[in-house]
């Protein structure tokens, strides 16, 4: 059936012509001869993208933070010495994310951690919430309360995570939980010498396994499986995968190829195909948890994973509808949307660019430490070397307590910086992408971008970094004339168009020129002498 547009073609005209000796192709004639130039431009259809059902709809969570959290004794599934946990870290209500999803996991456990309801499979879920929204949690919990009764420890929840930074800092979370617990937590990101996390993970007499929640790193986690003797994963009932927009960019390692192959061994059958024979016993289900503040919209991507009737929860959609879903039960509705945005960032944060000249930069960010009296400020630079570049040439300049936050430094380091910083010693901290990706930084008010971001993941990532928790912040990225119109391009294909333009007039820079200008000079030979003593 032709197009309504195309119809006219095959009808009569009013002078009784059919109307197909002309223009059958498209261009304008003239006594048999193609008139050259004449071509009529057909306007382009646009094509819309068809993406799998769950995630072009998925179910959609409240944005606000401070609108819509409840408190921790009014979840009525949270075992009550998990509420003692929480009150005991000083938190008292749960945030949006975790109020939908920690029900949506319980669910999946409610007859125990070895069949879904009904002895059925439980379905993968994927959570695409802001960043600072309290996604650790989220997961931490549910998982908690549902190996509560577990009576011999064995590997039953694995937490991977693309940085040990990351990783130590979910691991720090689910110790804090598993205090009034029997559950033993443990962490395999490198921070110890292999041979230590060896004798945490496996008792070096019996082969027995001594944890039952690991938290790791990729690459760590392939060294465990293929050289800790008595390590397995033959138990696993939840795997996580936080950043999972970073982890899937890792799938090249074949990290998830080995946690499979290593969890359905023995007795334990891979999942297949569900048939009468398949149902006849119950097998202890692997469920594939994922997170993201970034989650990927392209299912060539996602299939890797081998997701198993994933379900997406997300905070960013439009065109809100209701609709009935079996899998709530009968009469029950839940809120629908389409997936628009795999990119989110907080509600009480505000985003600004300011246009200056390379040269300038360094005065703007003195300009807001000294002059705006700015504090608690994380700096974003593109590389190390820039990273180490500015944070000299702040200190020669003075008047600032400034630290750097690169892949330079150990994690010991690391964690003192970030006690300074959360302590309020350290006005402003310079830092490479490693602190842009999951980092919670206590008390970050301020985000400054010193280059610009090359990806719009990238810059989700930074500004995260304050206003989290409910909290308000700010976010500066500064640019040259012509990457205004990049970064203000890249945010509005991500549907994101809140960005302002900054007020700052540069002639109040002036001031400051002196003291850079001195400070420049002598750079070169901080960094010769740095260098030197490197080797």
Known sequence: MLPADDVSADVDGEDGSTGQNNDDDGKDSEKGFTVLGGERKKKKQ???????????????????LRKHSVTVEEMEQLDSRLVRSLL???????????????????????LGIHAGDAGYRPRDLCVSAPTGSGKTLAF????????????????????????????????????SLCKATDLRPALIGGLKKFAQEQRMLVQTSTGETQCDIVVATPGRLVDHINKTQGFTLQYLRFLVIDEADRMMEQ?????????????????????GPITVESCRKISLPLQKLLFSATLSQNPEKLIQLNLFRPRLITSVVTSKSRRRDTQLGEGKMEERGEFVGKYTTPVGLKEYYIQCTPGQKPLLV??????????????????????????????????????????NQTAGQRRQILKKFKAGKIQLLI???????????????????????????????????????????????????????KLLKMLKHAGKTNIQKHGTDLRDLDHLVPAYKKALQQLPGVLKMEKFHSF
């Open 46 to 64: 646009k094509v819309a993208r068809v993406l799998p059902d769950w995630l072009a709809h998925p179910t959609v969570i409240e944005h606000d």
């Open 88 to 110: 005991d870290e000083g938190i008292k209500s749960l945030f949006p994310v975790q109020r939908h999803v920690i029900p949506v996991i319980l669910d999946s456990a409610r």
């Open 140 to 175: 931490a919990l549910p998982i908690i309360q549902a190996l509560l009764d577990r009576v011999v420890p064995r590997i039953r929840a694995l937490v991977v995570l693309p940085t040990r930074d990351l990783a130590q800092q979910v691991s720090k979370v689910f110790s």
């Open 251 to 271: 799938i090249s390692q074949d990290w998830i190829s080995q946690v499979e192959k290593c969890a359905f061994t023995g007795s334990r059958p891979a999942p």
């Open 366 to 407: 003195l300009h807001l430490v000294q002059t705006l009296n700015l504090r608690q400020i994380l700096c974003f630079a593109n590389t190390v070397e820039a990273t180490r570049r500015l944070y000299h040439l702040i200190k020669l300049v003075g008047g600032v307590a400034v630290a750097e936050f690169s892949s």
């Open 431 to 485: 830092c490479s992408d490693a602190m842009a990706r999951g980092m919670d930084v206590e008390n970050a008010k301020y985000v400054i971008s010193y280059d610009m971001p090359p990806y719009i993941k990238t810059y989700i990532h930074r500004v995260g970094r304050t206003a989290r928790a409910g909290k308000t912040g700010v976010a500066f990225t500064l640019l040259q004339p012509h990457e205004v119109p």
